[in-house]
C-alpha cells in the first residue's frame, strides 16, 4: 500500500519512540537479586547417594531460609576436594563449608576421633545427645575447632559401624591377618584383634575389595555398604558393631563465617539443626530397606559371636579409651567426661 514520505517518516518516528520507551521501561525493572554470600559446600558423598541427597536438602534450606542471601553450591565426592583434603580445604578457605569423616583426618584433628565416637561408647540417642549439649562436649569442640579456624555447627548422629568381609568370621581369630579399611579409632580397635588396617577413601572400597587389596571394610553405617554396591564383591557382615553410632559434625571457614550478620548465622545454626534430625530419622528408615537390599544381593551375617568373642570384643574397645586421652588436651577433656557418666 502507497505511504506518502511524510507518513513514512511519523511511522519511523513512531516506531523508535516506542522502541526507546520499551528500553526504558526495562532499565527500570529490578534485577534478581545476588547472593550476598557465595558458599561452596563439601561432603564425601557421590551424587545420587541417599546421604548425598541429604547433605543437598542442607544446602537447599540454607538457601531458603536465608532468602537466597546466602548460596551454597554443592561438590560431592571426587569433584574436586578428596576425602582427606575436606578439613584442610575448609580451614584455608579453598571451600567454605565442609562434612568430614573424622577418622580420615586423626593426625590432623585427634579430638575429631573422639568426636566421631570411640569403640565400646554408647548407642542410645539420647545419651549422646545428653553428652554433647549438657555434659560438655558441645563446649570443648567448639573451642577445639575454632584453634582450627574452623566453626562448628550442631552434631548429628547416623547409624551403627558394622564390618563387611569377604569371608564369614567365625571367630574373633579369623580377624588375624585381614585387610580392612578402618581408619582412626577403628583401625586400633582391629588391630589390637588382630587385623591390619588400611585408611582409603569411601569411592575406592569398592574396587580395593573386588581387586584384594583389602579383605574387608568398615562404612560410615550400613547405608554406605548399600550405596556403594560393596556386597558385589563382600558378603558376610560381622553382628557386633564396632560403634554403636557415629556422630559427625559440619564445619565452615571462620572467616567467611564472621562476614555473615547475626541474623544469617542464626539461619545456619538452625537450618543445621534441621540436617541434624533429617540425618537421624532418614537413617532409621532406610537401615532396615539397606539390609534388605543388601540381603537380596547375598549379604549374608557372620556366625553370632561366642560369650568368649564378646568379652574380648569388649575389652578391646574399652582398652582404646585411656589411649585416645593421651592424644591431645581436648581428647583427654572429652575422654574424662565419658567416664565420669560410666
Given at each position: 500500500?502507497?505511504?506518502?514520505?511524510?507518513?513514512?517518516?511519523?511511522?519511523?518516528?513512531?516506531?523508535?519512540?516506542?522502541?526507546?520507551?520499551?528500553?526504558?521501561?526495562?532499565?527500570?525493572?529490578?534485577?534478581?537479586?545476588?547472593?550476598?554470600?557465595?558458599?561452596?559446600?563439601?561432603?564425601?558423598?557421590?551424587?545420587?547417594?541417599?546421604?548425598?541427597?541429604?547433605?543437598?536438602?542442607?544446602?537447599?534450606?540454607?538457601?531458603?531460609?536465608?532468602?537466597?542471601?546466602?548460596?551454597?553450591?554443592?561438590?560431592?565426592?571426587?569433584?574436586?576436594?578428596?576425602?582427606?583434603?575436606?578439613?584442610?580445604s575448609v580451614k584455608s578457605g579453598l571451600?567454605?563449608?565442609?562434612?568430614?569423616?573424622?577418622?580420615?583426618h586423626a593426625g590432623e584433628f585427634p579430638?575429631?576421633?573422639?568426636?566421631?565416637?570411640?569403640?565400646?561408647?554408647?548407642?542410645?540417642?539420647?545419651?549422646?545427645?545428653?553428652?554433647?549439649?549438657?555434659?560438655?562436649?558441645?563446649?570443648?569442640?567448639?573451642?577445639?575447632?575454632?584453634?582450627?579456624?574452623?566453626?562448628?555447627?550442631?552434631?548429628?548422629?547416623?547409624?551403627?559401624?558394622?564390618?563387611?568381609?569377604?569371608?564369614?568370621?567365625?571367630?574373633?581369630?579369623?580377624?588375624?591377618?585381614?585387610?580392612?579399611?578402618?581408619?582412626?579409632?577403628?583401625?586400633?580397635?582391629?588391630?589390637?584383634?588382630?587385623?591390619?588396617?588400611?585408611?582409603?577413601?569411601?569411592?575406592?572400597?569398592?574396587?580395593?575389595?573386588?581387586?584384594?587389596?583389602?579383605?574387608?571394610?568398615?562404612?560410615?553405617?550400613?547405608?554406605?555398604?548399600?550405596?556403594?554396591?560393596?556386597?558385589?564383591?563382600?558378603?558376610?557382615?560381622?553382628?557386633?558393631?564396632?560403634?554403636?553410632?557415629?556422630?559427625?559434625?559440619?564445619?565452615?571457614?571462620?572467616?567467611?563465617?564472621?562476614?555473615?550478620?547475626?541474623?544469617?548465622?542464626?539461619?545456619?545454626?538452625?537450618?543445621?539443626?534441621?540436617?541434624?534430625?533429617?540425618?537421624?530419622?532418614?537413617?532409621?528408615?532406610?537401615?532396615?530397606?539397606?539390609?534388605?537390599?543388601?540381603?537380596?544381593?547375598?549379604?549374608?551375617?557372620?556366625?553370632?559371636?561366642?560369650?568368649?568373642?564378646?568379652?574380648?570384643?569388649?575389652?578391646?574397645?574399652?582398652?582404646?579409651?585411656?589411649?585416645?586421652?593421651?592424644?591431645?588436651?581436648?581428647?583427654?577433656?572429652?575422654?574424662?567426661?565419658?567416664?565420669?557418666?560410666?
Amino acid at each position: 500500500m502507497y505511504q506518502s514520505p511524510k507518513r513514512r517518516h511519523f511511522l519511523k518516528r513512531t516506531l523508535a519512540g516506542c522502541v526507546l520507551a520499551f528500553a526504558a521501561g526495562l532499565s527500570v525493572v529490578p534485577q534478581a537479586a545476588a547472593a550476598e554470600h557465595n558458599w561452596r559446600f563439601v561432603n564425601l558423598y557421590s551424587r545420587g547417594t541417599a546421604y548425598g541427597e541429604v547433605y543437598k536438602h542442607f544446602a537447599e534450606n540454607i538457601e531458603a531460609m536465608s532468602g537466597g542471601r546466602i548460596a551454597v553450591q554443592m561438590m560431592y565426592a571426587g569433584e574436586g576436594v578428596g576425602q582427606t583434603g575436606v578439613l584442610g580445604s575448609v580451614k584455608s578457605g579453598l571451600v567454605t563449608m565442609g562434612a568430614p569423616f573424622q577418622p580420615m583426618h586423626a593426625g590432623e584433628f585427634p579430638p575429631g576421633v573422639v568426636e566421631v565416637g570411640l569403640p565400646g561408647m554408647t548407642d542410645d540417642v539420647g545419651e549422646l545427645s545428653a553428652l554433647f549439649h549438657e555434659r560438655g562436649w558441645g563446649e570443648v569442640l567448639t573451642e577445639a575447632y575454632d584453634k582450627q579456624n574452623l566453626v562448628w555447627l550442631e552434631p548429628y548422629i547416623q547409624l551403627p559401624v558394622y564390618v563387611l568381609t569377604k569371608e564369614p568370621i567365625k571367630s574373633i581369630e579369623d580377624f588375624k591377618g585381614l585387610k580392612i579399611r578402618a581408619p582412626g579409632a577403628y583401625g586400633k580397635f582391629l588391630r589390637k584383634l588382630g587385623a591390619s588396617p588400611a585408611s582409603m577413601a569411601w569411592s575406592e572400597i569398592y574396587t580395593s575389595l573386588a581387586t584384594g587389596v583389602i579383605d574387608g571394610s568398615i562404612g560410615s553405617n550400613l547405608i554406605d555398604h548399600r550405596d556403594g554396591n560393596h556386597v558385589e564383591v563382600a558378603k558376610y557382615m560381622y553382628p557386633l558393631p564396632i560403634a554403636g553410632a557415629q556422630v559427625l559434625p559440619i564445619v565452615v571457614n571462620k572467616m567467611a563465617w564472621n562476614k555473615l550478620p547475626d541474623d544469617l548465622k542464626a539461619i545456619v545454626r538452625t537450618a543445621s539443626a534441621q540436617h541434624a534430625r533429617e540425618q537421624m530419622t532418614k537413617s532409621r528408615l532406610w537401615e532396615q530397606q539397606a539390609i534388605a537390599d543388601m540381603a537380596a544381593k547375598g549379604m549374608q551375617w557372620s556366625p553370632e559371636p561366642s560369650e568368649a568373642d564378646k568379652r574380648q570384643w569388649s575389652e578391646a574397645a574399652n582398652s582404646l579409651w585411656s589411649e585416645y586421652a593421651k592424644s591431645d588436651k581436648y581428647s583427654s577433656r572429652m575422654v574424662d567426661i565419658l567416664q565420669k557418666q560410666q
